[in-house]
């Protein structure tokens, strides 16, 4: 595993490094707005970003969201791109199952009339589902990017100065 990533991370590094190079107006933005700063502000933002698409029911528009919340916020988008798999393919089931039923007991089942129903199903699917969802997950996405915040903000200097660093010849 280890072999076929150091072979595949040049690759990569040469291939952003030259769409980077042909268009340096992104790259401008891109540093302009901190995308891939190292600072413990901007890293920790990102992780809070991250984490609250990632538990958020937006698969499949949660990069888009993630880049405009990062050059919104000056957070580092790499963090947040990879926070956001909090959400993979093995853990959305278990986590949209999770939203909804958070969601069913907070705001508890939603009845329409039998007319609006019939004239308008998918509005009944849904404020039953759908609205149940996001209630849910936004009891969790919001105070897990809080922590995520804090734990980076405060803990990460913290243990990345423990990691010893490399000797200058």
Do not use: H
Not at 104 to 133: A, C, K, R
């Amino acid at each position: 595993m280890k072999n076929s990533l150091t072979r595949v991370q040049p690759w990569f590094r040469t291939r952003f490094r030259q769409w980077l190079r042909q268009n340096p107006k992104s790259l401008r933005l891109l540093r302009r707005f901190r995308c891939f700063g190292t600072d413990t502000e901007s890293m920790s933002r990102g992780l809070a970003v991250g984490l609250f698409f990632g538990l958020t029911p937006t698969v499949g528009f949660q990069t888009p969201l993630v880049l405009a919340c990062c050059l919104m916020l000056r957070a580092n988008f790499l963090i947040a791109f990879a926070s956001t798999w909090i959400s993979n393919p093995l853990t959305v089931a278990p986590l949209y199952l999770a939203f909804n039923w958070l969601g069913d007991s907070i705001i508890g089942p939603i009845t329409l009339s039998e007319s609006t129903t019939s004239s308008y199903p998918w509005l009944n699917l849904f404020l039953e589902e759908g609205l149940q969802m996001t209630i849910g997950s936004l009891v969790l996405a919001i105070p897990a990017a809080f922590l995520g915040y804090l734990l980076a903000k405060y803990w990460g200097p913290r243990i990345s100065s423990s990691f010893p660093t490399a000797e200058k010849p």
